[in-house]
């Protein structure tokens, strides 16, 4: 169910400009319902903090907080969040080593360097976080959080996991990495709660997989996948490890069950109209184009 946690309040903004006797018919783009059944305490919520492929003007990179603890990347956290919700962050999943998955594991660290008793976990496969390690947190680009301050209470903890098994990072969430085909080491994860799996895809081009293991899940309540580039740049999509409209559609056949939701993100905003064109002349309804801001309860 995709919702939006202001709905009493875009209700009552509605009513005023009704009262006032404006029209905007935009106004009915500030919140959608399905009817799948009403929010509930169990439900997983997935707020997107960023889903695009770069940063440009009123567009953040990926950046997915799941129940207001877990990070699935750490494109966009700090200029989204205020601090109160900053501290409430447990765990960050990273995909892979591109830095608009990564810049604010920087942020949030410093902006959490105070906090007596906390270590913010930052989890990812052994390769992925040696790359991290070596060219990004490494008291060259950024401080080494994994060792300050000094005693036991380091700002950042460094997590290995192994593909394939699922590890806790929360109370009720744990996630299992699983490889995908992007130019670089890469993984996706499948997230699972006390109901079913949520499969995020991370970057990734055409790929084998993940699917296989998503054909094994029961339960699934919902894909996220990428899609980058329109179908005109199927080469350079090709080149840099990503999807088009096209590829995607031929990566969803792979998938044996189609009853849930799907979510796109990584667009690159410079070609937005063009990509969400070409994903409506699919004609699946299953497909949703994520945005900035909205709340997914699942």
Known sequence: MRCCPALDEAISRLWGLTRNRLTYPSILLFFTITPQG???????????????????????????????????????????????????????????????????????????????????????????????????????????????????????GFETIKEGAFYPVSQEISVRAEKVDHNIAAVGYIIKCDHGHVVYTGDTGPTEHIWEVCNSLNNLLALFIECSFPNELQALATLSGHLTPQTMAQELEKLTDNNYPIFVFHMKPQYLKTIEEEIHALGDERISILTQGEEIDL
């Open 38 to 156: 009403p929010c509930g305490s169990n439900d997983m919520r997935i707020k997107v903090l960023g889903c695009y492929g770069t940063e440009f003007l009123h567009y953040k990179s990926c950046g997915f907080l799941i129940d207001g603890s877990v990070m699935l990347d750490a494109g966009s956290i700090c200029s989204t969040l205020a601090l109160e919700e900053q501290r409430g962050i447990q765990a960050i999943c990273v995909t892979h080593s591109h830095l608009d998955h990564i810049k604010d594991i920087f942020f949030l660290a410093n902006n959490l360097f105070e906090e007596k008793g906390k270590t913010l976990r930052v989890y990812s496969t052994a390769e992925i976080l040696q790359l991290l390690k070596r060219h990004f947190i490494n008291d060259i680009i950024c401080p080494d959080f994994t060792v300050i301050p000094q005693g036991d209470d380091h700002v950042l």
